[in-house]
């Protein structure tokens, strides 16, 4: 935490052994006495060990690293990297979904160290239990932290796998007894009860933690009812047990807006949106918007050994060799999400015939290879024959164009390390500026710029999702254009050093009658668009997919295309049924000695 001072001989005295078979932090009586560390300040240590693990992790296989999880399993990124090898037998295999196995290295690293963090929580809520209210004021606050993490955690586990074990402080003992906990527990019909647990501690949490925290980076009420939501929509999308969605459910989502509108009800003061879309992706911004509604912390030159907790988890996206960045060039914009932003005359998405054409088919040679000379240029055939949506230039580095918000630092072709194989569009969302005091290279090159796990404008995306399945979207248009209205008011960042537009940007919002027909069809059709555009890039498309129910439509239909833009393409296949979860890690199956089910088709 960027305000809350590390307490290191508790990080040291949680830290698990080395060895994977060693899942969580078990018998802590073996380590350290309980008589001791059950003062308030030690309460206080607990609790900040916890968040600390969550930024502590050094490895780009995070379980918060959203890019390669939820944006290259998606439409809207490619890995990146040195070529097709560059991580290829792990995030390569990821991103076409073929020879993914249970063996894979980049998931197992995620199940591991999530226990820990899940087992970290569940240390401090069993030390919290054992201590007086009156002895310790924030007792309840801090319980209702230690949820939320916990509940959070357990979600992205979902996400992932689908079926986990679902552990909470009441586990105590010999490793056996953590082993003997299915991941799927026969006596329940389907995931429900994972969903019921983790909305219960989110519910929990709502419950104890104050609508606004002293100290920055601490979770607070609006996190967690945002999440309450979001676990309630993911419950709504019902899927049986070849991950099929085969219901809605109605009751779920009516809650969800219950929850829902006590966010925006709060719209003015203490939530909203920022002027500029921008604004969510500058470090300055850390800890200091509306729009942010709970952060990761992520901090350099801090006094660790480490010379931060910075983010290693997205480390490898930096550009390659380029205006002071050092490493490695991974995570692209896809060619069809960087088509998504095109806009007609009419200042619309152009929703049939967005992906007919594409930036790579505007800069070839005769023989078939890229000209440089012309990505250098900025491929202005291609940006000069359509509008666009602002939003593209914040998610997008472009050679030829402006980093970062800066006309007078223009991005290069060789910042990208592999253009023929990944195309020439780099996620930048992540990325700060070279410029900023919170780069640090040390044989790979990071940043400490925090992750904004949940912000305001997909509450609002998210209200229209369930006001459409409501059969309420008349009532939906409202949040939708508040999002298009900012987005058409983002492009004042985007200039050239003599003061003109980078591209011709034109975003206008729906309205009905005059330049669209809202009727539910429409309605959804705009609500996902907006998503994507909104959070393109961002490690969310992948998830919305999986709840909605149609990544094998999407992710086929992608890779039709695809296949005739990049050779490596060539035998991507989403296989419903079974590419919807990641299979159960070979190493945690075989730690669980017989009790874990393995997800389908692996």
Known sequence: MKQLKYIFLLIAFLITANNCSDLLEVNPKQVLDEGLLNSPEDMEGFVTATYARITDIPSWDSPFSLWWSGSMRSDDSYKGGGGVWDGGDGWGFMETFVNLTANGWPIDYPWYVSYQIIQRSNTAIQKLNNIAEEDYPLKSV????MKFIRAFVHFRLKQFFKYMPYIDENVVGSSGEFEAIPNKDAKFPNDQYLWERILSDF???????????????????????????????????????????????KDRLTEALVYLNKITDQEGEKVGLCGNFGENFIHTSDNNTKESIWEIQYSIDDGSSTGGKINRGEGLNHPWNWGGFQCCGFHHISYNMGNAFKTGPDGLPLFDDYNKDSYGDYIKNTDGSDNIA?????????FGKYSWDPRFSHTAGVPGHPWKYDPGLIFESRGIRNGAEYGWLKSVKELPHPGCDCLLYDGWQFNSMNKRMIRYDEVLLWKAEVLIQLDRWNEALAPINKVRER?????????????????????????????????????????QWENRLEMAGEGRRFFDLQRWGNLEEIMNNYFTVEKTRFSWMANARFTAGRDEFFPIPQNQMKWAKGNYTQNPGY
């Not at 607070?220 to 085969?246: C, G, P, S, W």
């Not at 250098?376 to 291609?382: C, F, I, R, V």
């Open 374 to 382: 012309l990505v250098e240029a900025g491929n202005p055939e291609y």
């Open 487 to 527: 987005a058409a008011n983002s492009a004042d960042w985007l200039i050239k050093a003599d003061g003109t537009s980078v591209m011709n940007y034109h975003v206008e919002i729906y309205k009905p009658g005059e330049n669209c027909v809202w009727d539910k069809d429409f309605a959804w059709k705009a609500m």
């Open 142 to 145: 801090r319980i209702g932290e």
């Open 203 to 249: 519910k929990d949490a709502e419950n104890a933690l104050p609508a606004t925290q002293p100290e920055k980076g601490r979770v607070d009420k609006n996190a967690a009812t945002a999440m309450i939501a979001r676990t309630l929509m993911f419950m709504a999308y019902e899927q049986d047990d070849r991950h099929q969605v085969i219901n809605i459910n």
